[in-house]
């Protein structure tokens, strides 16, 4: 059903360090129109260049995620992120006039709490959602890490953490879609290791590290004079081991915030997919390379879909997301005129369609009484049927609604249908719906055989007699 793009109603700013660079940055936020999607925009630069936050342009995954457009870079954009898509906001413009945004507290929490002030409005355009409809998965054996996602009608996150610390222990963290954002995941900081941050410091890393913005996990005793000696080199007064393992720098939020960062990011990292998503994710271990590599997958697989040489896989085995008296909700059409057997797949752009060409079909008495062929017309209003379902899926009551043919145009007859063929429609938006006027390009399959493809628009109008 519908579920409108968000962006926000008025610009809204921050500043801060980057943790890598150590550069005081502004950020700003600004509203967007809709299917305008996640940008960031370097005002620091002559031309003002935009970095499209999508997967296709991460460049760097070490402790952060960089994206790159055109030879130019933004670090450590995961918290950014995190806290867009944890809202719901879709369509956003982020100016930076530096290189990095700020890591602030080492969460979300501080840009979520900003974006909500700056007022979260529908707009006109349906959020168009990818349903995963197989299981997609990154592994990386050697180190343990595992991620997958699989076929669900919403999105959840669910993550395990296990580092061999007796500090940490094993861990584990949820995400549903009623998850209360700023509430149960937002405030999750950063975590390290206490014998990395020397490491990193040597690495010319983490200039704007402190130790407010992360929690420091100390896994072995270490004499107060080596405490001392890092304490003075992020300029902090003396710091001491607490009881549970962690300096005394900073109060855990929840026993497991390790773990809830660690989901954080990878809500920011599949954030870069260019589409909400439906499905549950199982992370095992994860990090930001390993995220990004799932979000590649996913990513992937969209365009695959999106292809015209992609070629539908039905499980026959599976049962249909509509049979044939439930589509009878959705379509005025009655037999010997339905001719919808069943839907398969259906989200906010695209759906997939069945029907069983059957001998007993009236039409096939005389078309043709010796060589029985499904008629060209048909095989259309069979399509156009698969199609009036989508559209007539973005309004709340759609049996009060009808589809009217408005234009047929480049159709193409690849093969004969005939008895005991099953039709695979597959049809996709062209354009978003506006002012009721829908255009989708649709193909017609017979096991992997394309057998005719068409682009056909409709208009939806209320049904009078309703």
Same mark, same amino acid.
């Given at each position: 059903?519908?579920?409108?793009? *968000?962006? @926000?109603?008025?610009?809204?700013?921050?500043?801060?360090?980057?943790?890598?660079?150590?550069?005081?940055?502004?950020?700003?936020?600004?509203?967007?129109?809709?299917?305008?999607?996640?940008?960031?925009?370097?005002?620091?630069?002559?031309?003002?260049?935009?970095?499209?936050?999508?997967?296709?342009?991460?460049?760097?995954?070490?402790?952060?995620?960089? /994206?790159?457009?055109?030879?130019?870079?933004?670090?450590?954009?995961?918290?950014?992120?995190?806290?867009?898509?944890?809202?719901?906001?879709?369509? @956003?413009?982020?100016?930076?006039?530096?290189?990095?945004?700020?890591?602030?507290?080492?969460?979300?929490?501080?840009?979520?709490?900003? /974006?909500?002030?700056?007022? @979260?409005?529908?707009?006109?355009?349906?959020?168009?959602?990818?349903?995963?409809?197989?299981?997609?998965?990154?592994?990386?054996?050697?180190?343990?890490?595992?991620?997958?996602?699989?076929?669900?009608?919403?999105?959840?996150?669910?993550?395990? @953490?296990?580092?061999?610390?007796?500090?940490?222990?094993?861990?584990?963290?949820?995400?549903?879609?009623?998850?209360?954002?700023?509430?149960?995941?937002?405030?999750?900081?950063?975590?390290?290791?206490?014998?990395?941050?020397?490491?990193?410091?040597?690495?010319?890393?983490?200039?704007?590290?402190?130790?407010?913005?992360?929690?420091?996990?100390?896994?072995?005793?270490?004499?107060?004079?080596?405490?001392?000696?890092?304490?003075?080199?992020?300029?902090?007064?003396?710091?001491?081991?607490?009881?549970?393992?962690?300096?005394?720098?900073?109060?855990?939020?929840?026993?497991?915030?390790?773990?809830?960062?660690?989901?954080?990011?990878?809500?920011?990292?599949?954030?870069?997919?260019?589409?909400?998503?439906?499905?549950?994710?199982?992370?095992?271990?994860?990090?930001?390379?390993?995220?990004?590599?799932?979000?590649?997958?996913?990513?992937?697989?969209?365009?695959?879909?999106?292809?015209?040489?992609?070629?539908?896989?039905?499980?026959?085995?599976?049962?249909?997301?509509?049979?044939?008296?439930?589509?009878?909700?959705?379509?005025?059409? *009655?037999?010997?005129?339905?001719?919808?057997?069943?839907?398969?797949?259906?989200?906010?752009?695209?759906?997939?369609?069945?029907?069983?060409?059957?001998?007993?079909?009236?039409? %096939?008495?005389?078309? %043709?009484?010796?060589?029985? /062929?499904?008629?060209?017309?048909?095989?259309?209003?069979?399509?156009?049927?698969?199609?009036?379902?989508?559209? /007539?899926?973005?309004?709340?009551?759609?049996?009060?609604?009808?589809?009217?043919?408005?234009?047929?145009?480049?159709?193409?007859?690849?093969?004969?249908?005939?008895?005991?063929?099953?039709?695979?429609?597959?049809?996709?938006?062209?354009?978003?719906?506006? *002012?009721?006027?829908?255009?989708?390009?649709?193909?017609?399959?017979?096991?992997?055989?394309?057998?005719?493809?068409?682009?056909?628009?409709?208009?939806?109008?209320?049904?009078?007699?309703?």
């Amino acid at each position: 059903m519908s579920d409108k793009q *968000r962006t @926000i109603v008025h610009p809204v700013k921050l500043t801060g360090r980057g943790l890598h660079t150590g550069y005081e940055v502004e950020i700003h936020f600004k509203p967007a129109p809709a299917n305008h999607g996640y940008k960031f925009q370097r005002t620091d630069l002559k031309e003002r260049p935009i970095i499209k936050a999508h997967v296709d342009n991460v460049a760097d995954t070490s402790r952060g995620t960089t /994206l790159e457009e055109n030879g130019v870079r933004v670090h450590t954009i995961e918290h950014v992120m995190a806290a867009l898509r944890g809202l719901g906001i879709d369509n @956003i413009l982020i100016e930076l006039n530096g290189p990095e945004a700020p890591i602030l507290d080492g969460s979300s929490r501080k840009y979520a709490e900003t /974006l909500r002030e700056a007022t @979260i409005e529908e707009q006109d355009e349906e959020r168009a959602y990818y349903y995963i409809k197989e299981k997609i998965e990154y592994r990386d054996d050697e180190n343990q890490i595992e991620l997958a996602i699989y076929p669900d009608d919403q999105l959840s996150i669910q993550v395990l @953490i296990d580092y061999h610390s007796k500090v940490l222990g094993h861990q584990y963290a949820n995400f549903e879609e009623n998850t209360d954002f700023i509430q149960e995941l937002a405030p999750s900081r950063t975590f390290v290791f206490f014998h990395e941050l020397e490491f990193l410091l040597k690495n010319n890393l983490i200039k704007g590290g402190d130790l407010e913005n992360a929690i420091v996990i100390m896994e072995n005793p270490v004499a107060q004079e080596e405490l001392d000696r890092i304490a003075d080199l992020f300029n902090k007064p003396r710091v001491k081991v607490k009881p549970e393992g962690v300096l005394n720098n900073v109060d855990l939020y929840y026993t497991n915030e390790p773990a809830r960062h660690k989901l954080l990011d990878i809500l920011g990292d599949i954030g870069l997919i260019g589409r909400p998503i439906k499905g549950r994710v199982i992370a095992k271990k994860p990090g930001h390379h390993a995220n990004t590599q799932l979000a590649k997958k996913v990513a992937h697989q969209i365009k695959k879909e999106a292809s015209e040489d992609y070629i539908p896989r039905v499980d026959h085995n599976q049962p249909p997301l509509l049979n044939v008296n439930q589509i009878k909700h959705y379509l005025p059409h *009655r037999p010997p005129f339905l001719l919808v057997d069943n839907i398969l797949e259906m989200d906010q752009s695209s759906i997939i369609g069945l029907k069983n060409v059957t001998m007993n079909e009236g039409f %096939f008495v005389g078309h %043709f009484p010796e060589e029985p /062929l499904m008629p060209g017309v048909l095989q259309i209003e069979a399509m156009a049927q698969v199609g009036g379902i989508l559209a /007539l899926n973005t309004v709340p009551d759609p049996e009060n609604y009808l589809t009217y043919f408005l234009k047929i145009d480049k159709v193409r007859f690849k093969r004969k249908v005939v008895p005991g063929d099953t039709l695979i429609f597959r049809l996709i938006l062209k354009n978003p719906i506006r *002012r009721g006027i829908v255009t989708m390009s649709g193909q017609a399959f017979v096991g992997e055989q394309e057998v005719m493809e068409g682009e056909l628009t409709a208009q939806i109008t209320k049904n009078t007699q309703a």
